[in-house]
């Protein structure tokens, strides 16, 4: 399975980028898709996250802020990313979770930069 991330970038605080991911190479039902990030020097944590059938988390400290949306039959997944700020920058990974034996996978990341 290959997660193909694209749309990372320099903004300045206040701006937008869009993410998308798309996830190939596998005829097995996706479960689950989502954004994590790790900024320097700390964990990876979930971004957003959107299941087959729809339910959709956020961090707190991106609600009203960022957008997740998901083509299931292209197996694809966005991120709209509002009102960014310079704790927003961080690597961004997309992930794809799999009905069949739970298998989950990473894409390579993005790297996202706001500045002040």
């Known amino acids: 399975v290959l997660l193909q991330a694209s749309g990372g970038g320099l903004v300045q605080a206040g701006g937008s980028l869009r993410l998308s991911c798309a996830a190939s190479?596998?005829?097995?039902?996706?479960?689950?898709m989502g954004w994590y990030r790790q900024a320097l020097g700390k964990q990876r944590e979930l971004v957003a996250s959107?299941?087959?059938?729809?339910?959709?988390d956020y961090a707190d400290s991106v609600k009203g802020r960022f957008t997740i949306s998901r083509d299931s039959a292209q197996n694809t997944v966005s991120l709209q990313m509002n009102s960014l700020k310079p704790e927003d920058t961080a690597v961004y990974y997309c992930?794809?979770?799999?009905?069949?034996?739970?298998?989950?996978?990473w894409g390579q990341g993005t790297q996202v930069t706001v500045s002040s």
């Open positions: 190479g596998s005829l097995f039902t996706i479960k689950q």
């Open positions: 959107i299941t087959h059938g729809g339910h959709i």
């Open positions: 992930n794809a979770n799999f009905y069949y034996k739970d298998l989950n996978y």
